[in-house]
């Protein structure tokens, strides 16, 4: 993207009152490019250009140093992280506890199923948090870091949850009065969600985000209302019509 491009786009997002979203520092030969077309690294860019503020969402920020992610956490940033997709593509992994103890929002994404083989947000909340356990290596990363916030009971599940409706600037992520009538229906009773201690919040949250295997647990599935999954079971989509065409798709030899 050209600077003019770049500022045209956060001006807009300022002037609609909307998020700013762009991806940045995804794969370890960005810096090279930013540092070739605009003679510094990608936060810096965005520095120089103006853009940092807290509309600004980050997706990916993989290669982000610590400078550039206190940038953002004092500008009141998000990122939209993506951990599967980055796995599967080897980009790298982002420093999300830096950016958590910085105070830059971070919510999860898939980055879609070209990038990932699936869309799961369970599971990238799982690997959110295990990622950070290879790179730091040490156990619980994330929880520490986002100590002290009156609304964290498991950040991974937090990220998964309430802060993409935060970075985003929608009404979702939880159940209250005027959010969109989002719900995900979990049996507790799943082997995979066991022991949960009778239903407690802090143990079956950290079942749900480390050991839940969700196409056995989570049962039905409602989107601003509308149900999209009843009893394990696609409500909008023809299964088996589904797997025919799947079970049948090559790759064309055009």
């Not at 004092?74 to 939209?80: D, H, V």
């Amino acid at each position: 993207a050209t600077a003019e491009g770049i500022q045209a786009a956060a001006a807009y997002a300022a002037e609609t009152k909307q998020p700013f979203q762009i991806h940045i520092a995804e794969e370890e030969h960005d810096l090279k490019f930013a540092v070739d077309e605009y003679g510094t690294t990608p936060g810096r860019v965005l520095e120089s250009l103006g853009v940092i503020s807290e509309r600004l969402v980050v997706v990916h920020g993989c290669w982000l140093d610590r400078e550039e992610i206190e940038m953002l956490g004092t500008a009141g940033a998000g990122c939209a992280y993506n951990p599967i997709s980055n796995m599967a593509l080897g980009d790298g992994i982002t420093d999300t506890e830096a950016m958590v103890r910085a105070g830059v929002t971070v919510g999860l994404g898939c980055d879609g199923p070209c990038a990932n083989h699936q869309v799961n947000l369970w599971q990238e909340a799982r690997f959110a948090e295990w990622l950070q356990r290879v790179e730091k290596r040490r156990m619980n990363v994330l929880g520490p870091a986002a100590a002290g916030r009156a609304e964290t009971v498991n950040y991974p599940f937090e990220m998964a949850t309430t802060n993409g409706g935060r970075i985003l600037g929608l009404p979702v992520g939880k159940l209250a009065p005027g959010y969109w009538a989002d719900v995900a229906i979990v049996d507790p009773h799943d082997l995979s969600l066991l022991p949960h201690h009778d239903l407690d919040p802090a143990a079956l949250l950290n079942n749900v985000v480390h050991s839940m295997a969700a196409r056995g647990a989570v049962r039905d599935v409602l989107v601003a209302g509308r149900e999209v999954l009843r009893d394990g079971r696609l409500t909008r989509i023809d299964e088996a019509e589904l797997t025919a065409r799947a079970a049948a798709w090559r790759f064309s030899e055009a």
